[in-house]
């Protein structure tokens, strides 16, 4: 068994050795023969079929935390404050529902001054007393979540040692149906450094009924639990702060503190450099979108629709198309600000593949962002209605039993002229996806939707117009991808794995510092970890009121590609070139082991935005 502890501790040192010599990715060829190995209490015995060499070699990283947290330091920090906050629109309205949370200042945790640790001889905030937490994972699966798990748990137990975890199941409904597990050494040495959500899952339950919250306050009680980490998205995070108002006005003594989540990087602010996730999923999505444009130009024959996920914002399609330059890139925020609609689009569209096939090259790549139909401008306001008439009272068993005929009829018969316009020019195909169950956010689950193939068959038809008309000579021939799902659950980047246990670190720290209402905070992420810092940003700081489900409600507001934003302004400048040269650019895949300028860089678009 030693020998196998060796071979797995020196992975690193062999793997830069033999890139060096030979430049070929070792993760692949790395032989680790062994039948068992174990670090601390995990150990992997006999034939493990079901725990690939990588796992188990995942299983040694070891996440690198902000200074502040280094050895003891989740022991040993200041709490430093700062001015008091506003939200970023409708401040009246958000102070008059969040009383209690609204205004909370920003804070910084900072190494405790050698001074200062003599006197007070630990960290001043706490008597560390044993903590139970209860953590929930919460919305779509994002790359890193069990390291927020076991950053909080190796925390916890450095705080005192008798700390207990709760891991509540299936999202926030396992928090209402008291459903958990507790993690243990054993629980969390398995899942260190691994994808998925899968050790206690995730769901889509909205937190927000007075009947809900009492549940989770007599489950809390019943077992003890002093804080909550909710790990989620904006809409989670919503309702993270929601709920920490409501314990606050009721005078419990429960903390609610949130971790930024979700693959679409659209909950970010200054605060929130960025969602964690967001690195390992774009490098997933971009080594697929690299691999299909070496193919286009190999094969020459194809082009190669690939729409990627991304439900409001176009950070993944934007972040993609920075790392390969595809000939085509669709941004739903720029539809919408220079008020595009889908003919606008398809026309581009077909104008790159005219030109690049005045060129010989009837290939290509185009990137589409998954929530791009909900963008142009007739399609806003369709979507709008169809909301509206997905939560009227009068409709809803048509509209949440009927077959898809059944609810395409009563839609027809409910809509205004010019949304029906729109509607009938629809293939009944996608008609149907847009009519089907909303989230429960009363989202359309844009995931659903076809907008790849729907673009393509519009761009099919444009061009043969144009071959009528003589502006056109060349063959299109298409192939329609969509990635999302592939991205989600993918090993963590170093990047990902290092900021999940950060923040989960943070989420500690802000418990113990008896906080509430507050998202973990890890900044300077274009630069190594140890230059890293960590806080809490108040939640209702990021609270603006938007319509849902035909109701205007305080939400966390949605972070959007900005036309003037670095990464947006990198891909102007280069799209016409990408259009029709072929620069693509091919990432491969993430590597884990290796030179820190290869491995532990993280996305184009945060280089750009701190550049
Ligand atoms: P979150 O906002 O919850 O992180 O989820 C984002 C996302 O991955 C979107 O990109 C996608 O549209 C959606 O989830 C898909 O949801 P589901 O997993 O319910 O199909």
Same mark, same amino acid.
């Given at each position: 068994?030693?020998?196998?502890?060796?071979?797995?501790?020196?992975?690193?040192?062999?793997?830069?050795? @033999?890139?060096?010599?030979?430049?070929?990715?070792?993760?692949?060829?790395?032989?680790?023969?062994?039948?068992?190995?174990?670090?601390?209490?995990?150990?992997?015995?006999?034939?493990?079929?079901?725990?690939?060499?990588?796992?188990?070699?995942?299983?040694?990283?070891?996440?690198?935390?902000?200074?502040?947290?280094?050895?003891?330091?989740?022991?040993?920090?200041?709490?430093?404050?700062?001015?008091?906050?506003?939200?970023?629109?409708?401040?009246?309205?958000?102070?008059?529902?969040?009383?209690?949370?609204?205004?909370?200042?920003?804070?910084?945790?900072?190494?405790?001054?050698?001074?200062?640790?003599?006197?007070?001889?630990?960290?001043?905030?706490?008597?560390?007393?044993?903590?139970?937490?209860?953590?929930?994972?919460?919305?779509?699966?994002? &790359?890193?979540?069990?390291?927020?798990?076991?950053?909080?748990?190796?925390?916890?137990?450095?705080?005192?040692?008798?700390?207990?975890?709760?891991?509540? %199941?299936?999202?926030?409904?396992?928090?209402?149906?008291?459903?958990?597990?507790?993690?243990?050494?054993?629980?969390?040495?398995?899942?260190?450094?691994?994808?998925?959500?899968?050790?206690?899952?995730?769901?889509?339950?909205?937190?927000?009924?007075?009947?809900?919250?009492?549940?989770?306050?007599?489950?809390?009680?019943?077992?003890?639990?002093?804080?909550?980490?909710?790990?989620?998205?904006?809409?989670?995070?919503?309702?993270?702060?929601?709920?920490?108002?409501?314990?606050?006005?009721?005078?419990?003594?429960?903390?609610?503190?949130?971790?930024?989540?979700?693959?679409?990087?659209?909950?970010?602010?200054?605060?929130?450099?960025?969602?964690?996730?967001?690195?390992?999923?774009?490098?997933?999505?971009?080594?697929?979108?690299?691999?299909?444009?070496?193919?286009?130009?190999?094969?020459?024959?194809?082009?190669?629709?690939?729409?990627?996920?991304?439900?409001?914002?176009?950070?993944?399609?934007?972040?993609?198309?920075?790392?390969?330059?595809?000939?085509?890139?669709?941004?739903?925020?720029?539809?919408?600000?220079?008020?595009?609609?889908?003919?606008?689009?398809?026309?581009?569209?077909?104008?790159?593949?005219?030109?690049?096939?005045?060129?010989?090259?009837?290939?290509?790549?185009?990137?589409?962002?998954?929530?791009?139909?909900?963008?142009? &401008?007739?399609?806003?306001?369709?979507?709008?209605?169809?909301?509206?008439?997905?939560?009227?009272?009068?409709?809803?068993?048509?509209?949440?039993?009927?077959?898809?005929?059944?609810?395409?009829?009563?839609?027809?018969?409910?809509?205004?002229?010019?949304?029906?316009?729109?509607?009938?020019?629809?293939?009944?195909?996608?008609?149907?996806?847009?009519?089907?169950?909303?989230?429960?956010?009363?989202?359309?689950?844009?995931?659903?939707?076809?907008?790849?193939?729907?673009?393509?068959?519009?761009?099919?038809?444009?061009?043969?117009?144009?071959?009528?008309?003589?502006?056109?000579?060349?063959?299109?021939?298409?192939? @329609?991808?969509?990635?999302?799902?592939?991205?989600?659950?993918?090993?963590?980047?170093?990047?990902?794995?290092?900021?999940?246990?950060?923040?989960?670190?943070?989420?500690?720290?802000?418990?113990?510092?008896?906080?509430?209402?507050?998202?973990?905070?890890?900044?300077?992420?274009?630069?190594?970890?140890?230059?890293?810092?960590?806080?809490?940003?108040?939640?209702?700081?990021?609270?603006?009121?938007?319509?849902?489900?035909?109701?205007?409600?305080?939400?966390?507001?949605?972070? %959007?590609?900005?036309?003037?934003?670095?990464?947006?302004?990198?891909?102007?400048?280069?799209?016409?070139?990408?259009?029709?040269?072929?620069?693509?650019?091919?990432?491969?895949?993430?590597?884990?082991?290796? &030179?820190?300028?290869?491995?532990?860089?993280?996305?184009?678009?945060?280089?750009?935005?701190?550049?």
């Amino acid at each position: 068994m030693n020998i196998v502890m060796n071979t797995l501790k020196s992975f690193n040192s062999n793997y830069v050795t @033999a890139k060096r010599v030979n430049n070929t990715n070792l993760i692949m060829s790395n032989p680790i023969q062994a039948d068992t190995f174990e670090r601390t209490n995990v150990s992997f015995s006999g034939k493990h079929d079901n725990v690939s060499e990588l796992q188990q070699a995942r299983v040694h990283y070891e996440p690198k935390l902000p200074k502040v947290f280094r050895g003891d330091g989740i022991n040993n920090f200041e709490v430093k404050q700062g001015k008091k906050t506003e939200s970023v629109s409708d401040q009246k309205e958000i102070q008059r529902l969040f009383p209690e949370t609204y205004g909370q200042p920003i804070i910084e945790f900072e190494e405790m001054s050698s001074k200062k640790a003599a006197k007070v001889g630990k960290n001043e905030h706490s008597d560390n007393k044993p903590l139970k937490v209860g953590i929930i994972l919460s919305g779509g699966q994002a &790359p890193g979540g069990h390291n927020v798990i076991t950053g909080l748990y190796d925390s916890l137990k450095k705080i005192n040692p008798k700390s207990e975890l709760y891991g509540f %199941l299936g999202g926030p409904s396992g928090l209402v149906d008291d459903k958990y597990i507790k993690f243990d050494d054993k629980k969390i040495d398995s899942i260190r450094n691994t994808g998925g959500f899968d050790v206690i899952g995730s769901g889509r339950t909205k937190l927000e009924t007075e009947e809900q919250f009492e549940k989770v306050l007599d489950n809390c009680k019943k077992h003890g639990i002093e804080a909550i980490t909710i790990v989620g998205g904006d809409d989670s995070n919503t309702n993270a702060a929601v709920l920490a108002e409501w314990l606050k006005a009721k005078g419990e003594n429960i903390n609610v503190v949130g971790c930024p989540k979700t693959i679409d990087g659209d909950l970010k602010n200054e605060q929130i450099e960025t969602s964690f996730g967001f690195d390992t999923a774009t490098k997933t999505y971009s080594e697929i979108v690299g691999n299909i444009e070496k193919d286009a130009a190999s094969a020459k024959k194809y082009w190669h629709f690939v729409k990627v996920m991304g439900r409001s914002a176009s950070h993944v399609a934007l972040e993609v198309a920075l790392q390969t330059h595809p000939n085509v890139t669709l941004l739903s925020e720029e539809v919408e600000q220079k008020k595009l609609s889908l003919n606008d689009v398809v026309d581009y569209t077909a104008g790159v593949v005219a030109k690049r096939a005045e060129e010989g090259k009837n290939y290509g790549v185009a990137v589409i962002p998954e929530g791009l139909i909900e963008f142009f &401008p007739e399609m806003k306001t369709l979507i709008g209605n169809l909301n509206d008439l997905a939560a009227d009272e009068n409709l809803q068993d048509v509209m949440q039993n009927g077959s898809a005929k059944d609810k395409i009829s009563v839609t027809r018969q409910n809509l205004g002229e010019d949304d029906l316009k729109v509607f009938d020019s629809l293939p009944e195909a996608i008609q149907g996806q847009l009519l089907m169950d909303r989230d429960s956010h009363g989202n359309v689950q844009v995931s659903k939707i076809d907008t790849e193939k729907l673009i393509i068959q519009m761009v099919d038809k444009k061009l043969k117009d144009m071959k009528a008309e003589g502006k056109y000579n060349g063959k299109f021939s298409s192939q @329609a991808h969509f990635v999302g799902y592939e991205g989600r659950c993918a090993f963590p980047s170093n990047f990902d794995a290092d900021y999940c246990y950060s923040l989960g670190t943070t989420a500690a720290a802000l418990i113990n510092s008896g906080k509430t209402g507050y998202l973990a905070s890890v900044k300077n992420l274009d630069k190594k970890a140890d230059k890293w810092t960590a806080g809490g940003t108040p939640i209702t700081m990021l609270f603006n009121m938007e319509k849902r489900s035909g109701k205007n409600k305080p939400v966390i507001k949605k972070a %959007l590609v900005e036309m003037d934003s670095p990464a947006f302004k990198e891909l102007q400048k280069n799209r016409k070139d990408w259009a029709v040269n072929d620069e693509y650019l091919i990432p491969g895949a993430i590597q884990y082991f290796g &030179p820190s300028d290869v491995c532990d860089k993280t996305t184009k678009t945060l280089q750009l935005e701190h550049k």
